[in-house]
């Protein structure tokens, strides 16, 4: 996965981490985590305020 994949990444946080809260995930804790997935293979320094929204976002719609 790279970062533009918010949709799969928010998929993969949601299997590791069943009982977060999205909306109340600091955008350190998302970040640090997405690194942490065993499927992400991009570069760190590409991510950014809105693409951590983006996964975000994503993920709370995969809650709902």
């Known amino acids: 996965m790279k970062w533009i994949d918010s949709r799969d990444i928010a998929i993969a946080l949601s299997e ?4 977060v809260d999205p909306t109340r995930i600091n955008f350190v804790d998302l970040y640090n985590w997405v ?3 065993p499927d992400f293979e991009d570069d760190p320094k590409r991510s950014g ?3 951590l929204e983006a996964i975000q976002a994503a993920w709370i719609e995969e809650m709902a």
């Open 49 to 51: 305020e809105r693409i």
């Open 16 to 19: 590791a981490h069943p009982d």
């Open 35 to 37: 690194l942490a997935l």
